[in-house]
DNA sequence: TTGTAATTATGAACACTGTTCAATATATTT
DNA sequence: AAATATATTGAACAGTGTTCATAATTACAA
């Protein structure tokens, strides 16, 4: 019988229609502005409706966590793995990274800011396996280039990937949550480029 | 007559009663659960009244930033002016900042990442001086670092202190949010001061 | 086809939130 | 003592996440 099928995509597609219209008024309105309310009446369904196919707010929030982590690794991905130089590869990483954090500061938020994500991962034992991914990807590229002679043998793979995770990190949130006022005269985002630039230099230099 | 004066006093009063009251339940409970009314309720007042000493929320929280601010800068001035290598007391800057952060997350989400605060600083056409003051300190340290010889002198001011600061608000923010736990084994923060060695050694190297 | 069972959806209700403002209470001046 | 000025209140408004008895719909068996 066909029917449980049915019904199960129905389902699904329900809950897909709540995830399309979350993500909408998340993207355009941000985290505080996101209701429920806003979200079922988007979508012609009862405010309760939500709570049929999510346990709460931030059971909905992890799951548009999750379909932006799976956007931005992919995208991630492909635009530097066709690099062939495992030191420009990690400069592109770097730099995709940077840019997608100054073009999807909402996104960025959810995935790397706010602390409901985590929470509520916790709640159900799970581990962070896109954020583990993510970092995957970077300790992998900074192994190649120790390989290719590049970095020198004896640096640590997780203090490494942290420090060039963490300074990107700092850059793009500093960026995103207006702290770089400060810097009068400066076009905020090449400034922000410029200063990769001399951290990766600096890195380049010192880990031969 | 010194009535207009008592009246101004007793003014005051109430409204650092309220900033008190604040702060308390701030730091106990966050930014998230921390309400007009709760505010109100510990002081034994109407909620209204803190209408009387702030325009609206933002601008009580605004002022819990200055605060925060006053006293961490001071703190941070204190521990570190009396080191006279400025390489050192550089080094002193960021481990001060590290262990700030890990000790005082609300304080530094209020100071770093919250946008409330800026905004409400822009409505005001203000000028965040505390995060410019701040920075300040860390270029004119890094300045001492090339007079001394430490650093060589075409170094931008600019983009070495946003450096220098993106990296441990990086690593001060990745801890507190949670997203280290795909470090498994790793001491928390044990790892970010190691990682924040390795940052300085290789900044020191390569700026030499 | 009808009756029963199971699923799905509703929307009112609860306890909150920031904010406003007419009414009240208190204090000061005339 | 009366009039004025200041300080404080708390109800009201529109919103929030969440729950749950009720209602509507659908599926399956007789």
Redesign the pocket.
Known sequence: ?G??E???R??EG?KDLILSAAREIFLAEGYE??????I?SKI?????????H???????LLALHDKAFECKMNSLFHATQHIADPLERLRGIGIGYLQYGIDNPQDYELMFILSCTMETLATKEEFWKDGAMAIGLVKETVKACIDAGYFRKDLDLDEVSLMLWSQVHGLVTLYTKERLNIYEGQEKQAFLFRTFDLFFEVVRQSFK
């Open positions: 019988m029917i449980a049915r019904k199960e129905e389902r329900v502005n996101t209701s429920i309310r806003k079922a012609e369904y009862s405010p309760g409706v939500i709570y049929l999510f346990k709460d707010k931030n059971d909905l």
